[in-house]
T-cell receptor, first 113, second 111 residues
Framework: NAGVTQTPKFQVLKTGQSMTLQCAQD?????MYWYRQDPGMGLRLIYY???????DKGEVPNGYNVSRLNKREFSLRLESAAPSQTSVYFC????????????FGPGTRLTVL | GENVEQHPSTLSVQEGDSAVIKCTYS??????FPWYKQELGKRPQLIID?????GEKKDQRIAVTLNKTAKHFSLHITETQPEDSAVYFC??????????FGTGTRLTIIP
């Protein structure tokens, strides 16, 4: 099992460019999440998908959109990147919503110039 | 929504001593409290978790305690080793089903 995988590992964008971060899990998990991690601020939830076909906003959803493509894949899109979106992005999955362990991907380091 | 506060932000201890990291939460409906360890440049990894129907849980040198009345929980690492050096995050899953993280504690073990 690869667990949770993310692509790309690194990305540099110019302000206004768009891109999609990809996430996939092979653990047959129902729930998937996108977080951003900034220095001194821990991990903040951007969007999550409790099950296939559903998505919901987290703490910091502005400037992002998501797609739960199927049970395995959950993508995060930046339509018009801004320097404030420079961050490390982590995808995570858990068997289902509720008190369950979340497993994290390796992260994508994004820089917006 | 849930608010999680974590202290201290940095902690240095001598190898072999114990380390304690404390967190408080605000949502009385929170029922799941995991702790993650993150090494530099790596992903967060779960090291221990506790559910709200349990007051304490131990796994070798790591233990977590939960006080639901006071709404706080703590991570205890005994007999610390150099490989324990990392950033540790607490988190709480509230009634809205979302996991809220603390801001992290950078633990340094001094050989």
């Amino acid at each position: 099992n690869a667990g949770v995988t993310q692509t790309p590992k690194f990305q540099v964008l110019k302000t206004g460019q768009s891109m999609t971060l990809q996430c996939a899990q092979d653990m047959n998990h129902n729930s998937m999440y996108w977080y951003r991690q900034d220095p001194g601020m821990g991990l903040r939830l951007i969007y999550y998908s409790a099950s296939e076909g559903t998505t919901d906003k987290g703490e910091v959803p502005n400037g992002y959109n998501v797609s739960r493509l199927n049970k395995r894949e959950f993508s995060l899109r930046l339509e018009s990147a801004a320097p404030s979106q420079t961050s490390v992005y982590f995808c995570a999955s858990s068997p289902r919503s509720g008190p369950n362990t979340q497993y994290f991907g390796p992260g994508t380091r994004l820089t917006v110039l | 929504g849930e608010n999680v506060e974590q202290h201290p932000s940095t902690l240095s201890v001598q190898e072999g001593d114990s380390a304690v990291i404390k967190c408080t939460y605000s949502d009385s409906a929170s029922n799941y409290f995991p702790w993650y360890k993150q090494e530099l440049g790596k992903r967060p990894q779960l090291i221990i978790d506790i559910r709200s129907n349990v007051g304490e849980k131990k796994d070798q040198r790591i233990a977590v305690t939960l006080n639901k009345t006071a709404k706080h929980f703590s991570l205890h690492i005994t007999e610390t080793q150099p490989e324990d050096s990392a950033v540790y995050f607490c988190a709480a899953k509230g009634g809205n089903e979302k996991l809220t993280f603390g801001t992290g504690t950078r633990l340094t073990i001094i050989p």
